[in-house]
């Protein structure tokens, strides 16, 4: 979800973010953050870490199949959360 887009968008010099990007993250972060601690940690993990589910499953001693549970709820929050952002 926010890998690529992300990614490219640190990159670039401060004054170039748009301020629509900053409220996007600032969304993004707040949602991450209501989340239960499994959830925003295996979100984090396999989007912004880019580690597999097999490799976010053993970090956090969980089963792959939990973990990809816990990725769809993630998911489901982060894009209610950033329903206003994106169309």
């Known amino acids: 979800m ?7 968008m640190v990159l670039r010099p401060e004054s170039e973010v748009p ?18 601690i499994q959830e925003a940690e295996a979100y984090w993990l396999r989007e912004v870490d880019s580690l597999s589910t097999a490799e976010v499953a053993e970090r956090l001693r969980l089963t ?3 973990v990809e549970a816990g990725l769809l709820r993630a998911e489901q929050e982060l894009r209610a959360a950033l329903s206003g952002h994106y169309r």
């Not at 301020?19 to 239960?36: I, N, R, W």
């Open 64 to 66: 792959p199949e939990q």
């Open 19 to 36: 301020a629509e990007f900053c409220e996007a993250v600032d969304d993004a972060l707040a949602a991450l953050a209501g989340l239960p």
């Open 2 to 8: 926010i890998r690529g887009r992300f990614r490219r």
